[in-house]
Protein backbone atom coordinates (compact mmCIF):
# COMPACT_ATOMS: atom_id res chain seq x y z
CA UNK A 1 0.00 0.00 0.00
CA UNK A 2 1.33 3.25 -1.21
CA UNK A 3 2.25 5.90 1.60
CA UNK A 4 -0.85 8.23 2.01
CA UNK A 5 0.56 11.90 0.45
CA UNK A 6 0.43 14.94 2.94
CA UNK A 7 -1.87 17.46 2.91
CA UNK A 8 -1.32 20.77 0.82
CA UNK A 9 -1.74 24.55 2.51
CA UNK A 10 -2.76 26.61 -0.07
CA UNK A 11 -2.22 30.10 0.88
CA UNK A 12 -3.91 33.11 -1.74
CA UNK A 13 -4.36 36.54 -2.61
CA UNK A 14 -5.17 39.07 -4.97
CA UNK A 15 -4.86 42.58 -5.61
CA UNK A 16 -6.37 45.32 -8.10
CA UNK A 17 -5.20 49.09 -7.95
CA UNK A 18 -8.40 51.13 -9.06
CA UNK A 19 -10.75 47.86 -9.09
CA UNK A 20 -10.70 47.86 -12.37
CA UNK A 21 -7.14 49.04 -12.98
CA UNK A 22 -3.55 47.09 -12.77
CA UNK A 23 -3.56 43.44 -10.64
CA UNK A 24 -1.84 40.75 -9.71
CA UNK A 25 -2.31 37.42 -7.98
CA UNK A 26 -0.07 35.49 -5.05
CA UNK A 27 0.38 32.11 -4.08
CA UNK A 28 1.96 30.52 -1.49
CA UNK A 29 2.12 26.50 -1.62
CA UNK A 30 3.17 24.12 0.71
CA UNK A 31 3.47 20.11 1.13
CA UNK A 32 5.44 19.01 3.74
CA UNK A 33 9.00 20.42 3.19
CA UNK A 34 8.13 21.49 -0.27
CA UNK A 35 7.46 25.03 -0.64
CA UNK A 36 6.45 27.10 -4.30
CA UNK A 37 5.59 30.71 -4.73
CA UNK A 38 3.98 32.00 -7.64
CA UNK A 39 2.29 35.29 -8.86
CA UNK A 40 1.33 37.08 -12.20
CA UNK A 41 0.37 40.89 -12.61
CA UNK A 42 -2.34 41.86 -14.86
CA UNK A 43 -3.02 45.35 -16.96
CA UNK A 44 -6.69 45.93 -16.19
CA UNK A 45 -8.60 43.80 -13.76
CA UNK A 46 -10.39 43.34 -10.52
CA UNK A 47 -9.43 42.51 -6.99
CA UNK A 48 -12.25 39.85 -7.12
CA UNK A 49 -10.66 38.20 -10.12
CA UNK A 50 -7.31 38.65 -8.96
CA UNK A 51 -8.31 36.47 -5.15
CA UNK A 52 -10.12 33.87 -7.26
CA UNK A 53 -7.77 33.25 -9.53
CA UNK A 54 -4.64 32.97 -6.90
CA UNK A 55 -6.70 30.10 -5.59
CA UNK A 56 -7.47 28.76 -9.45
CA UNK A 57 -3.35 28.95 -9.95
CA UNK A 58 -2.30 26.59 -6.64
CA UNK A 59 -5.27 24.33 -7.64
CA UNK A 60 -3.77 23.82 -11.01
CA UNK A 61 -0.48 23.30 -9.73
CA UNK A 62 -0.95 20.74 -7.74
CA UNK A 63 0.15 17.53 -9.52
CA UNK A 64 -2.02 14.64 -8.46
CA UNK A 65 -6.12 13.74 -8.28
CA UNK A 66 -7.78 13.56 -4.71
CA UNK A 67 -5.37 15.85 -2.72
CA UNK A 68 -6.54 16.83 0.55
CA UNK A 69 -6.18 20.86 0.37
CA UNK A 70 -6.29 23.42 2.86
CA UNK A 71 -7.41 27.13 0.94
CA UNK A 72 -6.28 30.35 3.60
CA UNK A 73 -7.94 33.28 2.07
CA UNK A 74 -8.84 36.74 2.90
CA UNK A 75 -11.63 36.98 0.01
CA UNK A 76 -14.88 36.72 1.46
CA UNK A 77 -16.47 36.49 -1.95
CA UNK A 78 -14.52 33.30 -3.00
CA UNK A 79 -14.83 31.58 0.77
CA UNK A 80 -18.47 32.32 0.87
CA UNK A 81 -19.09 31.00 -2.59
CA UNK A 82 -17.72 27.58 -1.21
CA UNK A 83 -18.78 27.34 2.09
CA UNK A 84 -22.21 29.10 1.33
CA UNK A 85 -23.12 27.09 -1.29
CA UNK A 86 -22.82 30.02 -3.85
CA UNK A 87 -21.18 28.58 -6.71
CA UNK A 88 -23.43 25.84 -6.85
CA UNK A 89 -26.28 27.69 -7.22
CA UNK A 90 -24.77 30.39 -9.65
CA UNK A 91 -24.20 27.21 -11.56
CA UNK A 92 -27.86 25.97 -11.39
CA UNK A 93 -28.90 28.95 -12.59
CA UNK A 94 -26.65 28.96 -15.69
CA UNK A 95 -24.29 32.45 -14.08
CA UNK A 96 -27.60 34.59 -14.49
CA UNK A 97 -26.11 38.17 -14.25
CA UNK A 98 -22.83 36.79 -12.50
CA UNK A 99 -19.33 38.11 -12.96
CA UNK A 100 -16.21 36.51 -13.74
CA UNK A 101 -18.24 33.03 -15.12
CA UNK A 102 -15.08 32.42 -16.82
CA UNK A 103 -13.25 31.90 -13.84
CA UNK A 104 -15.74 29.71 -11.54
CA UNK A 105 -15.44 27.76 -14.24
CA UNK A 106 -12.38 26.81 -14.39
CA UNK A 107 -11.99 26.81 -10.68
CA UNK A 108 -15.17 24.27 -10.44
CA UNK A 109 -12.96 22.17 -12.76
CA UNK A 110 -10.17 22.13 -10.79
CA UNK A 111 -11.60 22.37 -7.53
CA UNK A 112 -13.64 18.83 -7.98
CA UNK A 113 -10.68 16.89 -8.63
CA UNK A 114 -9.67 17.59 -4.76
CA UNK A 115 -10.70 17.73 -1.46
CA UNK A 116 -10.68 20.90 -0.35
CA UNK A 117 -11.62 23.02 3.09
CA UNK A 118 -11.68 26.32 2.75
CA UNK A 119 -10.49 29.09 5.87
CA UNK A 120 -11.12 32.72 5.82
CA UNK A 121 -8.58 34.57 7.18
CA UNK A 122 -8.72 38.46 7.96
CA UNK A 123 -6.53 40.22 5.42
CA UNK A 124 -3.56 42.84 6.58
CA UNK A 125 -3.57 41.14 10.17
CA UNK A 126 -0.42 40.11 10.34
CA UNK A 127 -0.61 36.76 9.20
CA UNK A 128 2.76 35.83 8.10
CA UNK A 129 1.76 33.65 4.43
CA UNK A 130 -1.36 36.05 3.67
CA UNK A 131 1.20 39.28 4.28
CA UNK A 132 3.61 36.84 1.72
CA UNK A 133 0.93 36.50 -0.74
CA UNK A 134 -0.47 40.27 -0.48
CA UNK A 135 3.24 41.23 -1.15
CA UNK A 136 3.51 39.30 -4.21
CA UNK A 137 0.28 40.26 -5.51
CA UNK A 138 1.21 44.02 -5.16
CA UNK A 139 4.71 43.46 -6.76
CA UNK A 140 2.84 41.40 -9.95
CA UNK A 141 0.19 44.23 -10.10
CA UNK A 142 3.22 46.94 -10.43
CA UNK A 143 5.61 44.28 -12.86
CA UNK A 144 6.99 45.82 -16.05
CA UNK A 145 5.80 43.03 -18.02
CA UNK A 146 1.57 42.86 -17.26
CA UNK A 147 -0.14 40.46 -18.96
CA UNK A 148 -4.22 40.99 -20.51
CA UNK A 149 -6.67 39.65 -18.21
CA UNK A 150 -9.19 38.65 -21.15
CA UNK A 151 -11.70 37.03 -19.61
CA UNK A 152 -12.33 40.59 -17.49
CA UNK A 153 -12.12 42.18 -21.19
CA UNK A 154 -14.22 39.68 -22.54
CA UNK A 155 -16.98 40.31 -20.10
CA UNK A 156 -17.07 43.82 -20.66
CA UNK A 157 -17.47 44.01 -23.77
CA UNK A 158 -20.79 41.66 -22.97
CA UNK A 159 -22.19 44.54 -21.31
Not at 83 to 109: M, S, Y
Amino acid sequence: MPAARPPIFLYTDGAASGNPGPGGYGVVLRCGSYEKEFSEGFTLTTNNRMELLAVITGLEAIRWEGADVEIYSDSSYVVKALTEGWLDKWIRTGFAKKKNVDLWLRFNEVYRRHNVRFHWIKGHAGHPENERCDALAVAASHAPDLHEDTGYISEQNLL
